[in-house]
């Protein structure tokens, strides 16, 4: 059976409609005027119906034409996106990445990551913005982010989020710390204690929520310390001076944790509320060049590269017979 229309039917009628007069039509085309009709009449003659009712001013769809019109703009648009789909899949992904990140994680994991993944693709450019406030993503010309929060309760419909990796919160603390003071053996036992607190985020900083492992309700200890900030790298130092106990991500202390230099407090509990995401705005059609790059970080970061695989740390035993202050 002879096909109806093809690719330059659909074109045809979308320059038709986009001019006022079969005249203009054809001057764009660089062809004669009796080209464009001759293939407009053969057109409707296929068809068997009329597309355009003709003037000698001007040229008008008629409803069926009108109709047809804006199924070839969605045909013609889905041509030209499966071209450049394939297009991208046989040459190599070239261009340009902006991402934001976070400080601490951004520097110490995403960092040499990016690097790696930079070299896999030489012809890409990747941009990391780190920044301790989530910037406007599609304003501001971002492809996405590398966040420590999903978007639940953000109109998450105009969002693309996916995990990266599980991450928690930990108590932490200096052995020389514990020594002084003792070892919490409880959470109620935190509110006795030094707790270096990092005010973050617009939340209340000093009511830690903790979890135990495998359960589902959790322990909120209201915490007290002579020291707080609103940097997580300035208590970091202050935990490793021995001034206190801290909550923070286990992707920051582990190195801290391999060397000795702070041992885990509480080591059954953990406040689970800092996964790894990538974040970024809803789009129709990601690019290669990024979808590539969040497979890649997804793979890196499964395994939770910073998890120790050791054994849990040693208890350290107070001076003594004292009791924490």
Known sequence: MDKLLDRADLELLL??????????????????????????????????????????????????????CGRAGELLQAFAQLEADLQERRSEPSGLIRIAATFGFGR??????????????????????????????????????????????????????RR??????????????LRRHGTPQRPEDLAQHACLVVREHEQRFDTWALRKERQKAEIRVRVKGPLSGNSGELARDWCLGGHGIM???????????????????????????????????HRAQTPKRVRLLIDFLAERFRGEPWKLKDAAPEAIAPRGSRRPP
């Open 247 to 281: 909550l923070r991500s286990l992707w920051d202390v582990a190195p801290r944790l391999a060397s000795g230099e702070l041992v885990r407090v509480l080591p059954g509990y953990a406040m689970p509320d800092a996964d790894i995401h990538w974040l970024a705005p």
């Open 108 to 161: 110490l994991w995403l960092g040499p990551a990016l690097a790696e993944f930079q070299a896999r693709h030489p012809l890409l450019q990747v941009e990391l913005q780190l920044t301790e406030q989530l910037p406007n993503l599609a304003v501001e010309g971002y492809d996405g982010a590398v966040w420590l929060w999903s978007v639940q309760g953000r109109r998450a419909s105009e969002w693309v989020s």
């Open 15 to 68: 320059a038709v409609r986009a001019h006022p007069s079969l005249a203009a039509t054809a001057a764009e085309a660089g062809v004669v005027p009796s080209v464009i009709t001759k293939k407009l009449a053969a057109l409707e003659a296929r068809l068997g119906f009329k597309l355009f009712q003709r003037t000698t001013r001007r040229i008008i769809a008629t409803a069926e034409g009108e109709a047809l």
């Open 164 to 177: 990266l990796a599980r991450n928690q919160r930990v108590l932490v603390a200096a052995p020389e710390y």
